[in-house]
């Protein structure tokens, strides 16, 4: 990760690509603001970054380090995502070719999990004998996903997360809709999840798998919470899969990578193909995954344009150093996909009965 000293460095860099757009396919996407912010408000968000790396440097290790990192980073950004984005953390789903407005954004959030449902086969209307009635979200961030499956199937549903405030918000909003009565959030483990084994019928990891810093624990644990019959769904970033003759990635990429985990406490990542393996290994059946990086390319441009909005960039100096270097390293996000490094993956698969 470059030197939070640059980051003003950073965010030109930032809105240069942001004009160039040399970094998407083929796409139409919103113009940009015709007034950005001054140089000197990012001399600004340097300032405070580096003041906030003096207070509170933080390594991630192994020893509980990169646990406590994810729960407050999300403790940190989860407000700052909501106010701008709403309740929905994770990326959108966009067709090719599509012409991409400002109130799409929030649409393509819903889009994903439509989608998502559609790939794993659960039927999204017809028999309602078939549709999934007790649910866990497994990286729930503020419930978006789970308040919007539990009232689209009427379902119950369960969050699991890491960040105390993610949770306790969760919770609020599921009041607020009437749904708490249906929709729960606590704070747990993905990695040692307190459920006996077999409670439910659809088993949703939007966006978390990432921050596993065991994957075959994680893939286990998913299984061993699936009742017989249920649905698994992972929605998450991998590495590229490797070649015939390779045995790891190129130095360049673990590098790129290094930076990436850095900002976003993500441990070592791994490939779709690994975790293909890994469901594999656990006898589960109609394993599918599939590269949806084409269909989320205007998302991390959208979010750097939220970033550098007035109100984002006011939002990034009253939020901490862990949220202000995630938005320094989205380029990162934007390289890697451009560059093949980076997939977003879709892996479904079944518990047998």
Known sequence: MALLATSTIAFKTINTQIRSRSFLPAQRHLPLSSSPPSSSFF???????????????????????????????????????????????????????????????????????????????????????????????????????????????????????????????????????????????????????????????????????????????????LARVAAPGATIIIVTWCHRDLGPDEESLKPWEEKHLKKICDAFYLPAWCSTADYVRLLESLSLQDIKSEDWSPYVAPFWPAVIRSALSWKGLTSLLRSGLKTIKGALAMPLMIEGFKKDLIKFAIITCRKPE
Not at 167 to 176: F, G, K, T, Y
Request: negative net charge; aromatic residues 8%; proline residues 5%.
């Open 43 to 221: 001399r600004t968000v340097s300032v405070k970054a580096m003041e906030l790396e003096q207070k509170n440097p933080m390594v991630i290790d192994e020893n509980g380090v990169l646990k406590k990192g994810i729960a407050e980073f999300y403790d940190e950004s989860s407000a700052i995502w909501e106010d701008i984005w709403g309740d929905h953390m994770h990326h959108g789903f966009y067709p090719p070719d599509s012409t991409v407005s400002l109130s799409d954004h929030r649409a393509a959030q819903i889009r994903m999990i439509e989608q998502a449902l559609r790939f794993a086969s659960i039927p999204l209307a017809g028999d309602e004998r078939k549709w999934p009635k007790k649910i866990v979200d497994v990286g729930c961030g503020i419930g978006g996903s789970s308040r919007y499956l539990s009232e689209k199937f009427g379902a119950t549903a369960i969050g699991i997360t890491l960040s105390p405030v993610q949770a306790q918000r969760a919770n609020a909003l599921a009041a607020a809709q009437d749904l708490a009565n249906k929709v729960s959030f606590q704070v747990a483990d993905a990695l040692d999840q307190p459920f006996p084994d077999g409670q439910f019928d659809l088993v949703w990891s939007m966006e978390s798998g990432e921050h596993m810093p065991d994957k075959a624990k994680f893939v286990s644990e």
